[in-house]
C-alpha cells in the first residue's frame, strides 16, 4: 500500500507512507524495504521543508535498510537520495557510490533509475537521464514523476518530436491521476507543464489556477506552475508565482 503511495500518491500521503512504514518495521525491523521507503518519504517531506521531519532520520533509515539486508538495492537507492538531498553538508562520491551499489544490485530497482535519473538531469548529462528516466517509466507506467521529469531532459536535448510525444504522455498520466483524485498535486503540477509543452496555453492558465486553488501553500506546486508559465513566455505570472516564496523556500 505505501508502495503505491510512494509510486502514484500525491504529496499530502508522505506522511502516511512514513506511518505505516513505521508500524512495518515495528512489526518486523528486518524488512529492508519498509525502512527504505520510510527513508524515500521522510526525503522529500524535508525536501519540501515539512515541519517534523529531516535528512538525518531519512538517513537514519536508508542506513537501517542496509544494516537490515545489504543485498536490498532499495536502501542503497534511498541512502543515495537523502545523501543528495543533502549535498552541500556531504561527500558527493558517498551518494554516487550508493547510487551505483543499488544500480549493481538490481538495474531494474524503480528507486535506483529515478534517483540516477534526477542526478543526470542535475549534471547535464541529458541522454543518461532519458535512459534512465525511461526505464523507471517501463518498470512503473503509472508512475507519474518519471514520465513528467523526462520531458525536462528531451528540452534539454531540443528533440522537438520527442518532447511533444513526451508532454502527450506525461498528460496522459496526470489526467488518468486527477479522474480519480482531482487536488493530486504532483499530477496537477506536471498536468500544467504538459500543457504548455504542447502549447495549448489556455488550459494551461485554466489548470494552474484551479491547482493553486486545490493546494494553495504547497511551495512545490507553484515552482512547477511557474515553470510552466515561464515556457509560455507569462513572466509576469512565473514571478508573482515564486516571488512570495524566496524567504521560506527550502534548500531542495
Not at 518486523?28 to 524535508?46: C, H, I, K, R, V
Request: charged share 25%; with cysteine.
Amino acid at each position: 500500500m505505501a508502495r503505491g503511495f510512494q509510486h502514484k500518491g500525491s504529496e499530502r500521503l508522505k506522511p502516511v507512507i512514513v506511518r505505516i512504514c513505521r508500524r512495518v518495521v515495528e512489526m518486523d525491523p528486518g524488512f529492508a524495504q519498509g525502512w527504505a521507503l520510510m527513508s524515500y518519504a521522510e526525503a522529500e517531506l524535508t525536501q519540501r521543508g515539512v515541519e517534523g521531519y529531516s535528512i538525518e532520520s531519512a538517513r537514519q533509515s536508508a542506513e537501517r535498510a542496509i544494516a537490515a539486508d545489504p543485498t536490498v538495492a532499495e536502501g542503497h537507492a534511498a541512502l543515495a537520495e537523502a545523501l543528495m538531498r543533502n549535498i552541500s553538508a556531504v561527500d558527493p562520491a558517498l551518494a554516487d557510490e550508493a547510487l551505483a551499489t543499488a544500480l549493481r544490485l538490481d538495474p531494474n530497482c524503480y528507486e535506483a533509475n529515478i534517483m540516477a535519473g534526477a542526478v543526470s538531469i542535475a549534471r547535464r548529462e541529458y541522454p543518461k537521464a532519458i535512459q534512465y528516466f525511461e526505464r523507471a517509466i517501463e518498470l512503473e507506467p503509472d508512475a507519474y514523476w518519471p514520465a513528467g521529469m523526462v520531458v525536462q531532459a528531451y528540452e534539454a536535448l531540443g528533440d522537438q518530436a520527442a518532447i511533444t510525444a513526451a508532454a502527450r504522455r506525461s498528460l496522459a498520466s496526470c489526467e488518468r491521476i486527477l479522474a480519480d483524485e482531482p487536488d493530486h498535486s504532483g499530477a496537477l503540477g506536471f498536468l500544467v507543464t504538459s500543457l504548455a509543452d504542447l502549447g495549448d496555453a489556455e488550459r494551461a492558465r485554466a489548470w494552474a489556477t484551479r491547482a493553486l486553488l486545490f493546494d494553495p501553500d504547497n511551495s512545490r506546486l507553484h515552482y512547477n506552475i511557474a515553470c510552466g508559465m515561464a515556457r509560455l513566455g507569462d513572466a509576469d505570472m512565473a514571478v508573482d508565482l515564486i516571488e512570495p516564496w524566496f524567504d521560506r523556500v527550502s534548500p531542495g
